[in-house]
């Protein structure tokens, strides 16, 4: 089992920054991709980004140049810094993590969730 711990979400006016952090503990194996999805009002979760423990980056194309996903793997801690924040960007941010199963299996582990508003 993997617990996935997120802070720093929040209310920030349209430009603004905020940094979500999600810290990863249990039985984690070296080899792990995490990433965060967003879930806006009445819409299904989609995913924002994702970075392997080897250090692979992957975005969506709405947050290219704006978000970036980063990792610390001593602290099993990956974090997203958000800039220049937008209104549609408002959401709860799920933190995700996936490690390889034999047979073709993947863990798949979710946090509870950080809220971040963004008003304009």
């Known amino acids: 089992q993997v617990q996935l711990v997120e802070s720093g979400g929040g209310l920030v006016q349209a430009g603004g920054s905020l940094r979500l952090s999600c810290a990863a503990s249990?039985?984690?194996?070296?080899?792990?991709?995490m990433g965060w999805y967003h879930q806006a009002p009445g819409k299904t979760r989609e995913l924002v980004a994702t970075?392997?423990?080897?250090?692979?980056?992957n975005y969506v194309d709405s947050v290219k140049g704006r978000f970036t996903i980063s990792r610390d793997n001593t602290k099993n801690t990956v974090y997203l810094q958000m800039n220049g924040l937008k209104p549609e960007d408002t959401g709860v941010y799920y933190c995700?993590?996936?490690?390889?199963?034999?047979?073709?299996?993947?863990?798949?582990?979710w946090g509870q969730g950080t809220q971040v508003t963004v008003s304009s």
């Open positions: 249990g039985s984690i194996l070296s080899i792990n991709t």
């Open positions: 970075i392997t423990s080897g250090g692979n980056t």
């Open positions: 995700n993590f996936k490690s390889p199963l034999p047979l073709g299996l993947t863990n798949n582990y």
